[in-house]
């Protein structure tokens, strides 16, 4: 599948999670709702995928956890807040250095209106 028709495929199944529930939700109820979107469509995901942080070449005791990793390449992560913020970026961000994958979806269901934004790894090689 290229690239162009995952995220189509990604974006078609957030939006039938924000349409069927709305917002005002706990994150935790979006993400086992969106499993089960996922796991209707065979999509290929893993849900809160521990992330390894390494620092001068030894592993941290302290790990990350994505919501989800679809396809074995974009980090997905859900919020259900008022308004995003520069930190939820900032967060998402270090996900993807984790997991060296370049690409991200900032999900936001707290809003009327389903927010996202596609976060680009700017320290992938």
Same mark, same amino acid.
């Given at each position: 599948? &290229? #690239?162009?028709?995952?995220?189509? =495929?990604?974006?078609?199944?957030?939006? !039938?999670?924000? !349409? *069927?529930?709305?917002?005002?939700?706990?994150? @935790?109820?979006?993400?086992?709702?969106?499993?089960?979107?996922?796991?209707? !469509?065979?999509? @290929?995901? +893993?849900?809160?995928? #521990?992330?390894?942080?390494?620092?001068?070449?030894?592993? =941290?005791?302290?790990?990350?956890? $994505? @919501?989800?990793?679809?396809? @074995?390449?974009?980090?997905?992560?859900?919020? $259900?807040? &008022?308004?995003?913020?520069?930190?939820? *970026? $900032?967060?998402?961000?270090?996900?993807?250095? $984790?997991?060296?994958?370049?690409?991200?979806?900032?999900?936001?269901?707290?809003?009327?209106? =389903?927010?996202?934004?596609?976060?680009?790894? +700017?320290?992938?090689?």
């Amino acid at each position: 599948m &290229s #690239p162009k028709k995952k995220f189509s =495929l990604l974006y078609i199944v957030l939006h !039938r999670v924000n !349409r *069927e529930l709305g917002h005002g939700f706990l994150e @935790d109820v979006y993400q086992e709702a969106l499993e089960i979107e996922f796991s209707e !469509r065979e999509m @290929d995901f +893993e849900r809160e995928v #521990p992330l390894p942080i390494n620092y001068k070449k030894k592993t =941290l005791k302290k790990k990350y956890i $994505a @919501d989800f990793i679809c396809f @074995d390449e974009v980090v997905v992560e859900l919020k $259900a807040l &008022s308004e995003l913020c520069n930190e939820h *970026e $900032a967060q998402i961000l270090n996900y993807l250095k $984790a997991t060296d994958k370049k690409l991200g979806l900032l999900i936001n269901f707290g809003k009327s209106k =389903l927010q996202y934004k596609r976060i680009i790894n +700017e320290y992938y090689f």
